[in-house]
């Protein structure tokens, strides 16, 4: 938690004077302070903190929405302070991802754990996302293999294993990844296919 650069969102002066205080004793650096919904989405996309702590009831825009906006442009780890404990409030906090809903008043104790555990959940979500990624990468790559070797069944009359092989020794001899030779043959094979 140390050096955690983190941003915070609140609209009454003394508990966001005693929130960047706990956040320090913590030894988290508070890198902005918004005191509105406009003045959060500004901020967040201009420090690039690695957390956000927004009040849910900004004025000009509320916290939501604004993390809403900053969703759409930025992944953001991120907790909700609210004096409500209202189940419509925690319902779309849980879905725009936040990941701790606090009540008022936080104590630096409570703080520290809401931290601790959303900064865990970031991390797994970051790592299934990126292994998404990487799966969906795979399948695509995949499926231009196999149209490049169907493709190359066609036109050389070789069965499915020759089609591979003939696809990884061209890969080989090119010196390109297997997805790229694939794509090549593709876009040839739709350049002489006349419709």
Not at 163 to 189: C, Y
């Amino acid at each position: 938690m140390k050096d955690l650069k983190v941003l915070v969102a609140e609209d009454e002066y003394l508990i966001l004077m005693g929130l960047k205080s706990n956040l320090e004793n913590l030894g988290c650096k508070v890198v902005g302070e918004a005191t509105n919904g406009k003045e959060l989405i500004k901020l967040a996309l201009e420090k690039k903190p690695d957390m956000i702590i927004a009040d849910i009831n900004l004025p000009v825009m509320d916290g939501l929405e604004a993390l809403r906006r900053i969703n759409e442009k930025v992944f953001i780890s991120t907790l909700i302070v609210s004096g409500y404990d209202d189940e419509e409030l925690i319902d779309k906090a849980k879905n725009l991802g936040v990941l701790g809903y606090l009540i008022k008043p936080i104590d630096e104790t409570d703080l520290k754990a809401a931290i601790e555990i959303a900064i865990s959940r970031f991390e797994d979500i970051k790592n299934l996302k990126n292994e998404l990624e990487v799966t969906k990468e795979t399948l695509e790559s995949r499926k231009l293999i196999e149209k490049a070797k169907g493709i190359v069944m066609e036109r050389l009359r070789l069965n499915e294993e020759e089609s591979m092989k003939f696809l990884q020794k061209k890969s080989r001899n090119s010196n390109k990844k297997l997805v790229d030779v694939a794509q090549e043959i593709i876009e040839a094979d739709k350049a002489f296919r006349i419709d």
